[in-house]
Each structure stands twice: as structure tokens, then as C-alpha cells.
């Protein structure tokens, strides 16, 4: 089994930054790809940004391109998403989360993190 757990939300200031970490743990962790989640009140869960797990090839939602970078450091089984220029409307519980293949859903899922934006 495998145990996603991510860290480094709070409140932020809009225009601020935050770094958050997702670190995995458990079995031999070899994943196709890593993604960023993130759920605001009232509204679904919604995709942020990707990372192929070997590769390095990223993927971001139109709302978060320009000034999110997800990144991953395979050694630490650590995926990270630097949100920079952040804005009220980024305020959401973020989730990361990994899955063994291309063609199935995400498997394993983060317990969330809450990041507030002020403005």
C-alpha cells in the first residue's frame, strides 16, 4: 500500500507563494504520473497540474499555467507544486495523488491540505 502525505499549505497573502510537498511512502512506489487536485467549498475537485513520473513531462489546467510548476524528485518519492502570484480564487484543500497507469484513475490519494488566499 501506498501513503501519499502532503504538507506546506496555510494562508497567503494574494500575489504570495507557497510550496506544497507530497511525499509517498509504503511499497516500492514506481507510479506512471503524479497530479495536483484541489477542491473549494461548494464546488468539485478539480484537476491542477501532472507530472510523468520518468519522464518529467508536465501538465497544467489553463487557471494555474504560467504560475504553478509541479515538480518531482524521484529519489525522495516527492512531488512539489510551487504556486506562485497566487490569487483569492486559488483558496481550495489541495490533494496530490499518483496512479500505476495511464489508463486508470488515480489510485492513491493525499489526505488534502488547506490553502487560503487573502486579498
Known amino acids: 500500500q501506498v501513503q501519499l502525505v502532503e504538507s506546506g499549505g496555510g494562508l497567503v497573502q494574494a500575489g504570495g507563494s507557497v510550496r506544497l510537498s507530497c511525499a509517498a511512502s509504503?511499497?516500492?512506489?514506481?507510479?506512471?504520473?503524479m497530479g495536483w487536485f484541489r477542491q473549494a467549498p461548494g464546488k468539485e475537485r478539480e484537476f491542477v497540474a501532472s507530472?510523468?513520473?520518468?519522464?518529467?513531462?508536465?501538465y497544467y489546467a489553463d487557471s494555474v499555467k504560467g504560475r504553478f510548476t509541479i515538480s518531482r524528485d524521484n529519489a525522495k518519492n516527492t512531488v512539489y507544486l510551487q504556486m506562485n502570484s497566487l490569487k483569492p480564487e486559488d483558496t481550495a484543500v489541495y490533494y496530490c495523488?499518483?496512479?500505476?497507469?495511464?489508463?486508470?484513475?488515480?489510485?492513491?490519494w493525499g489526505q488534502g491540505t488547506q490553502v487560503t488566499v487573502s486579498s
Open positions: 509504503g511499497r516500492t512506489f514506481r507510479p506512471y504520473d
Open positions: 507530472i510523468i513520473w520518468s519522464a518529467g513531462v508536465t
Open positions: 495523488a499518483g496512479r500505476a497507469a495511464m489508463t486508470r484513475p488515480y489510485d492513491y
